[in-house]
C-alpha cells in the first residue's frame, strides 16, 4: 500500500475525474488497511490531519482537489436517495440488486451514489466512523468545509438543505399515490399529511437561509428551532398516515409491493430526521457522523438480497402463517370423539390414494415419455387430492404444514406456567391427530390395494403390477435402501411448498376481493344468476387455500422428480400413504406369484419397517419448515424456548400415552 505522503501528492485538482475519484478511493483504503481494527482506523485520521496541519501548502492543495471533486459530484442525491430503491416495486428492485451484485462499477462516473460505494464498501467502515471523537470531527469540519454560494452558510450545509427538498418530494409523491390512499384510514387521510409536507419542508430552508445570513449560530436560532419542531411533527403525521395502512393490509390481505412501498417511506422519513438533526442539532457533528454511519450500514444492505427478501416478505409470511393457523385448527383432535372422526376421515383418504395408486402403475403402463409422464401423474395426484378435500377426507401428510403454524399461533402469549402447559397439550394433541391420520391412510389403504389387485386378477388373469415391477418396488421401499428416507424428507419439502402456495393463493384471493367479484360482478352474475354466484364466490371462499395446496402438491410430485432428473439430480418423492399403496400392490403380485412363501421375503418386512419412517420423515420435515416459518411472526425469548423443551420432555416422560390416543 502506497505510503500517505505519496498519496496526498497524487490528489491532484487538475487532475482527471477518475484521477481524482481514484485518489479518493485509495486514501480510504489507506485509512482501512487490513480493516481488522476500526481504532487503528481512527489513529490513521489521526496522523492524515496532523500530517496536513505539519504542511499547510499539501494542505491547501488537498482543500483545492476536494472543492473540485465537490463540484463534480452532486452530495444531495447521495444525502437524500442512497440506500433507497431505485423502483418502486419489489421485483424490479430485487433485479437491480442482483445487478449490484454480479455487475462491477466503476470510477468514471459523476453519480455520488456510485463513487460512495466504491469508497466506502466494507463492512467494518460503518465502525470506525462511529468511533470518531469530538475533536476529531471538529478538525475533519474544518478540513472539509467549503463556502456556499449563500455565505455565510457551507456548501455542506447548502447540500442538506436540498437533501430535504429532494426526500419530501419523494414521501409525498408516494404518500398521494392511490395505492397508498385507498387503504389509509379515513381520519389520516382527511387530515392530508402528505400535501403540505413539501411545502413545509420549503418553508424550513427559506428560514435556515434567512437566519443564516444573519446569524452565524444558525442552528440555534429559535425560528430555526420553531421550524424544525413543526417539521418534525409534519413528519410525525406522516409515519402515523403510513401505519395506518397496515392494519388495512392484515384483514385485506398482503401486496409484497405495497409493504416495500411503505418500508420504503418509513426509512425516508427516518432520513429526514437524520438530515434535519444535522441541521439544527447543537451537536451537529455527532448527528453528521451518525448520517454517514447510517449511509455505509445502508449501502452494505442496498447489496444485500437477503435482506430485501427478508423486510418485504415478512408480513406475507406471517399473514399466510395466521390463515394457516385457521385452517390447522381443523386438523387437531383434542377428544375421544374427535379422535374417531379423524380416524374415519383418514381412512377415506386411504381408500381414495388405494384408487390413486392403481392410476399410477396403470399411467406407468402406457410408456410415456419422461416429461409427459411425470406431467400426467401429477395431474392424477392433484385431481386425487382435490377428491380427499371435497369429500372431506384427509390426507396424513397435508396435516403438519397446516398445523404447525396453529401451533405458533399459542406462542402469542407464552409467560404464564399455563400457558406453557396449554402448548404443551396442544402439542400432545397434535402429535395423536397424526397419528391417527397415518393409522387412518395405512390402515385403508393396503386392503383396498390388495382388493383391486386380486379383482383385477380374477377379471383378466393379470394383478395390478408385473412381478418385476414389485420386486424394483420392494428394492426402492427398503429401508436400508440410503435414498429411501432422503426422499422422504425432500417429500416433506414439497409438503411445506404445497402450504406456501395455499397460504399465497388465498392471500391473493382476499387481497384482490375475487369473492366479492364473483359475487357482484354483472358479467358474472348475469351468466350464473345471483344465487349461483353467491353460492360460487362463498364455496372458493372457504375451499381456495385447499384446491391451491392439493392442485400444487400433485403437480409437484408428479413434475419435480422429472425436471430434477433432467438436471442429473435423481430425487424422487416418498409418500407414506402412496408408498404403502405401492408395497400392498408388490405384495398381492408376490402373493399370487409365489403364495404363502411371500411371508418368508426378507426384503417385503424391510420395506413394512420403512413404512413407518417415511411417515415420520415426511411429517417432520414439513411440520419443523411450516413452524420455523409461523414462528417469525411471534417472537420467543432463549428462556421461553428453554421452558417449553423442559415441558415436553417432562410430559413425554409421565404421560407418554397422551400422544397415542386420547385420554379421555
Known amino acids: 500500500m502506497p505510503e500517505l505522503h505519496i498519496l496526498l501528492k497524487n490528489l491532484r485538482p487538475e487532475g482527471t475525474l477518475v484521477e481524482r475519484h481514484m485518489g479518493l ?28 496541519d505539519a504542511q499547510p501548502e499539501l494542505a491547501q492543495r488537498f482543500r483545492q482537489w476536494w472543492a473540485v471533486l465537490e463540484e463534480q459530484v452532486d452530495a444531495s442525491t447521495l444525502l437524500a436517495d442512497f440506500g433507497f430503491a431505485t423502483h418502486s416495486a419489489f421485483f424490479s428492485e430485487l433485479r437491480a440488486r442482483l445487478r449490484l451484485r454480479l455487475l462491477p462499477m466503476t470510477p468514471e462516473t459523476t453519480d455520488s451514489a456510485e463513487l460512495f460505494s466504491l469508497v466506502i ?17 471538529g478538525r475533519l469540519a474544518v478540513l472539509l468545509r467549503l463556502p456556499s454560494a449563500r455565505a455565510p452558510l457551507s456548501r455542506w450545509q447548502d447540500e ?19 395505492e397508498l390512499r385507498q387503504r389509509m384510514d379515513a381520519q389520516a387521510r382527511q387530515a392530508e399529511p402528505f400535501h403540505g409536507l413539501a411545502s413545509e419542508v420549503e418553508q424550513f430552508c427559506q428560514t435556515y437561509r434567512q437566519v443564516g445570513q444573519a446569524d452565524e449560530a444558525v442552528q440555534t436560532h429559535e425560528d430555526v428551532q420553531n421550524a424544525a419542531l413543526a417539521l418534525k411533527a409534519r413528519f410525525e403525521a406522516c409515519r402515523s398516515a ?19 412501498m411503505l418500508r420504503q417511506m418509513r426509512l425516508r422519513l427516518l432520513r429526514m430526521r437524520e438530515l434535519l438533526d444535522c441541521l439544527v442539532s447543537e451537536q451537529a457533528q455527532v448527528a453528521t457522523t451518525q448520517l454517514i454511519m447510517q449511509l455505509a450500514l445502508r449501502g452494505q444492505e442496498r447489496r444485500s438480497i437477503s435482506s430485501l427478501l427478508s423486510s418485504s416478505t415478512s408480513l406475507l409470511a406471517a399473514k399466510m402463517a395466521e390463515r394457516s393457523a385457521e385452517t390447522g385448527e381443523h386438523y387437531i383432535t383434542r377428544n375421544a370423539a374427535e379422535y374417531r372422526t379423524m380416524l374415519r376421515q383418514a381412512a377415506g383418504g386411504g381408500a381414495a390414494t388405494a384408487l390413486t395408486t392403481w392410476a399410477k402403475f396403470a399411467l406407468g403402463s402406457l410408456g410415456l415419455v419422461a416429461f409427459w409422464g411425470g406431467f400426467a401423474a401429477g395431474l392424477m395426484y392433484a385431481a386425487s387430492f382435490v377428491l380427499i378435500q371435497l369429500m372431506h377426507w384427509t390426507l396424513a401428510t397435508k396435516q403438519p404444514a397446516a398445523t404447525a403454524p396453529a401451533m405458533a399461533a399459542k406462542l ?48 383378466s388373469g393379470q394383478p395390478m403390477i408385473t412381478l418385476q415391477e414389485a420386486r424394483e418396488v420392494l428394492g426402492k421401499l427398503h429401508v436400508l435402501n440410503p ?24 392471500n391473493g384471493f382476499v387481497l384482490y376481493r375475487l369473492d366479492s367479484a364473483i359475487r357482484y360482478n354483472p358479467r358474472i352474475s ?5 344465487q349461483r354466484a353467491q353460492r360460487w364466490a362463498s364455496f372458493l371462499r372457504r375451499n381456495i387455500s385447499g384446491f391451491a395446496g392439493n392442485i400444487s402438491l400433485g403437480l409437484m410430485l408428479g413434475i419435480v422428480p422429472v425436471l430434477l432428473a433432467f438436471f442429473g439430480l435423481g430425487l424422487d418423492v416418498r409418500h407414506v400413504t402412496l408408498s404403502m399403496g405401492q408395497l400392498s400392490a408388490a405384495l398381492a403380485t408376490l402373493a399370487i406369484e409365489e403364495g404363502s412363501a411371500v411371508w418368508r421375503e426378507p426384503a417385503l418386512w424391510w420395506c413394512l419397517l420403512a413404512i413407518p419412517l417415511i411417515g415420520l420423515a415426511n411429517l417432520s420435515v414439513s411440520f419443523y419448515l411450516a413452524f420455523q416459518l409461523a414462528s417469525r411472526a411471534h417472537v420467543l425469548s432463549r428462556i421461553d424456548r428453554q421452558r417449553l423443551s423442559h415441558s415436553l420432555w417432562r410430559r413425554l416422560r409421565e404421560r407418554f400415552s397422551s400422544f397415542l390416543w386420547p385420554q379421555s
Request: aromatic residues 10%; proline residues 1%; charged residues 20%.
Open 25 to 52: 478511493i485509495n486514501l480510504f483504503d489507506w485509512i482501512r488497511a487490513d480493516g481488522k481494527s476500526a481504532e487503528a482506523s481512527v489513529q490513521r485520521i489521526r496522523f492524515f490531519l496532523d500530517a496536513l
Open 121 to 137: 464498501d466494507r463492512e467494518q467502515d460503518a465502525k470506525w466512523i462511529e468511533l470518531l471523537d469530538a475533536a476529531t470531527l
Open 160 to 178: 442538506l438543505l436540498q437533501a430535504l427538498q429532494y426526500c419530501a418530494s419523494q414521501i409525498r409523491a408516494a404518500g398521494l399515490s392511490a
Open 242 to 260: 403510513a401505519q395506518s395502512v397496515y392494519a388495512h393490509l392484515e384483514d385485506n390481505g398482503i401486496s409484497v409491493d405495497l409493504v416495500f
Open 412 to 459: 402469542k402469549d407464552i409467560k404464564t406456567p399455563q400457558a406453557v402447559e396449554d402448548f404443551t397439550d396442544e402439542i400432545s394433541h397434535l402429535v395423536r391427530s397424526q397419528v391417527a391420520a397415518v393409522l387412518g391412510n395405512v390402515g385403508l389403504v393396503m386392503p383396498v390395494v390388495l382388493l383391486i389387485s386380486f379383482a383385477l386378477y380374477a377379471l
Open 483 to 506: 435414498s429411501t428416507l432422503f426422499f422422504a424428507a425432500f417429500t416433506g419439502i414439497l409438503l411445506f411448498a404445497s402450504s406456501l402456495v395455499a397460504g399465497w393463493a388465498e
Open 526 to 530: 348475469a351468466a350464473l344468476g345471483a
